[in-house]
């Protein structure tokens, strides 16, 4: 993530810090052990010792620190599949409930920033979904006629969305959307937690996951977390070795924040129906400007290194529809996993314990998704029954989804072919100081860096999740697995799953 005074942060790194905790030192029990403390794992702990139950939240980073730090902060029930699409792959009755889920969500975020005294810039506004072009309007029709079908007759189609600059021609508005600052909602979220007695440590990386009673969670550092039951909410469940990351599916997404003159842009959020699809919206920046944050140019995890092409395409999109446009303030990606039937999975971990829960498949929309996790699982945890339960299932298989199941599949399947090929470079004596590339080495290759002194830095490019060969990316200076979307940085540690081991190093260079 890179801003122009070359820092690497997001926008909600500038604005608003959660308070660093500790490390875990010594072995403790618990009712309930959280494992990832970003929007998922600290919305099912604040709902839980809501219920009285003791809770213990373990995060490898700060909190916040992950996914949560590089979302645009959308809170919306517009999700990135067409409510006429989720029709035909869950049922009309299964949208509605997705429908309800979502807006539930934004009531719950909404809720809970009132009754904790959270100031995290929470505030409600308008949404608009407009089409690339005219010859798209039959699709606005569609999703209009679905979205009141499926209980949101609020939405209606207008003539244009509020904007001076820039004719979207026919939209739709969807009321009642909000959004938020994320870490300034952690923060409150934390404080809230542990006045209720929840213990929050941090810098604390798990090793191992196992259920039953009791289930129990181990740190590399050899301590132990006793739990009645475990939630795995670290946005690819490093619980689960194969089952959840056939189902889903990692990809890179792209932000720029640009400086407008305050008011200059009328403040709601907008998507447009492309594939991928830009998102939109506005935060404050002082009492002058506001920094317009303008997202899209996905692309599948370890697949592409040419971030700089697509936040340059970012750019012109912008400049192109809104002129007021100045210079480019924040530059950041961030990794969402797209489930194969456009909705999160959330409940009981496939043929795991009964007590370990997973939370994944965020699919672009992790702050509503991360909360409906908190309102379900602790649902399930609390032996309640719930509507959304069968929906979220993470074992359910979806007829409608199958298609995106077996292109994905395939995809990764063709990654493998990676250990025949060449590396990057024939020698590592061409890394220029601050680059990295893959090396063949005999029968096997190495992710090898050269940092900013000259000094090489030799991995073994073998992800350790499924023995995907890495990729270097260089925008973010990381190696990422374009199987399952495990991400390390330069020195091999793991800084996204579902891989839990970091890289091996190379012994004899």
Not at 323 to 328: H, K, L, N, T
Not at 422 to 450: H, M, N
Request: charged share 20%.
């Amino acid at each position: 993530m890179q801003n122009n005074s070359g820092k690497t942060t997001s926008i909600w790194m500038t604005t608003a810090r959660v308070p660093e905790q500790l490390a875990l030192t010594e072995n403790i029990n618990a009712d309930v052990c959280v494992v990832g403390a970003g929007i998922a794992g600290m919305s099912t702990a604040y709902i839980l010792t809501r219920q009285g139950k003791s809770v213990v939240v373990l995060d490898d980073g700060l909190i916040g620190g992950g996914q949560t730090a590089r979302t645009t902060a959308h809170l919306s029930n517009v999700l990135t599949e067409r409510y006429y699409e989720l029709e035909q792959i869950h049922g009309k009755e299964g949208a509605k409930l997705i429908a309800q889920s979502h807006t539930t969500a934004i009531n719950t975020i909404e809720a809970i920033a009132t009754q904790e005294n959270i100031n995290c810039d929470f505030e409600r506004l308008d949404g608009y979904l407009f089409p690339p072009d005219a010859k798209s309007l039959d699709e606005i029709q569609h999703e209009l006629e679905a979205a009141h079908r499926v209980g949101l007759t609020n939405v209606e189609m207008v003539k244009k969305a509020p904007l001076t600059d820039f004719d979207t021609g026919v939209c739709l508005r969807f009321p009642q959307q909000g959004q938020f600052d994320p870490l300034k909602y952690l923060a409150g979220l934390a404080e809230a937690i542990q006045r209720r007695g929840g213990k929050i440590f941090t810098e604390t990386h798990v090793e191992k996951i196992k259920g039953g009673l009791p289930a129990y969670v181990e740190t590399s550092g050899g301590k132990l977390v006793t739990a009645d039951a475990v939630v795995v909410a670290t946005n690819s469940p490093i619980s689960n070795l194969a089952t959840m990351h056939f189902k889903q599916a990692p990809y890179m997404t792209f932000v720029i924040g640009v400086k407008v003159p305050g008011g200059s842009v009328y403040k709601a959020l907008y998507w447009d129906t492309l594939d991928p699809y830009h998102y939109v919206r506005l935060q404050k920046l002082d009492d002058q400007y506001d920094v317009l944050i303008v997202g899209g140019e996905d692309h599948k995890t370890g697949q592409a290194d040419d971030a700089s092409t697509r936040y340059a395409r970012l750019q012109t999109w912008t400049r192109e529809r809104f002129p007021m446009a100045q210079e480019v303030l924040f530059q950041w990606s961030g990794q969402v996993m797209n489930s194969d039937d456009g909705i999160a999975y959330i409940g009981k971990n496939p043929f795991d314990e009964e007590n370990v829960y997973i939370v994944t498949g965020d699919t672009g929309i992790g702050m509503t998704h991360g909360t409906i996790a908190g309102i379900l699982i602790t649902d399930l945890i609390l032996g309640r029954k719930s509507s959304w339960a069968e929906l979220y299932d993470p074992s359910r298989v979806k007829i409608g989804g199958v298609g995106e199941f077996i292109s994905e599949n395939l995809n990764v399947a063709t990654q493998y072919l990676n250990w025949v090929t060449p590396g990057d470079v024939d020698s590592v004596e061409k890394l220029a100081p601050g680059k990295g590339a893959v090396v063949r080495r005999g029968l096997t290759k190495i992710a090898a860096y050269r940092d900013e002194n000259g000094t090489l830095q030799e991995y073994s490019a073998i992800c350790t999740h499924l023995n995907c060969i890495v990729a270097w990316n260089s925008s973010e200076k990381t190696w990422d697995c374009p199987c399952h979307g495990s991400r390390f940085d330069t020195k091999g540690r793991v800084i996204n799953g579902p891989a839990i081991n970091g890289l091996a190093p190379v012994e004899d260079k």
